[in-house]
């Protein structure tokens, strides 16, 4: 089975940055697009950035230019590296990934648990 574990969350001020890091472990053969969304309290989860096998990359409009997505498939990991950091960007943000399991031949997607990010002075 597979398992998508994030980390980086944690309180910073406007203006500051952080880190958020997944990790896929598990049964894998490949991983297709990784990415990442966010949920406020009472609001949908959103589509914050994403990225593709080959290194494509999408962004919400909301975050395009303060935000950047990467992966490194060594180590079956997704960054998403949060400059410029606004009170309006606090929300648990959780990792998605589309993989393919060893011997099944089909991919599904997966979500972790969600690591929080409270922008406040």
């Known amino acids: 089975q597979v398992q998508l574990v994030e980390s980086g969350g944690g309180l910073v001020q406007p203006g500051g940055s952080l880190r958020l890091s997944c990790t896929a472990s598990?049964?894998?053969?490949?991983?297709?697009?990784m990415g990442w969304y966010r949920q406020a309290p009472g609001k949908q989860r959103e589509l914050v950035a994403r990225i593709t096998s080959g290194d494509n990359t999408n962004y919400a409009d909301s975050v395009t230019g303060r935000f950047t997505i990467s992966r490194d498939n060594a180590k079956n990991t997704v960054y998403l590296q949060m400059n410029s950091l606004k009170p309006e960007d606090t929300a648990v943000y959780y990792c998605?990934?589309?993989?393919?399991?060893?011997?099944?031949?089909?991919?599904?997607?997966?979500w972790g648990k969600g690591t929080l990010v409270t922008v406040s002075s």
């Open positions: 998605h990934a589309h993989i393919v399991g060893r011997d099944h031949y089909y991919a599904a997607n997966y």
């Open positions: 598990g049964s894998i053969f490949s991983i297709n697009d």
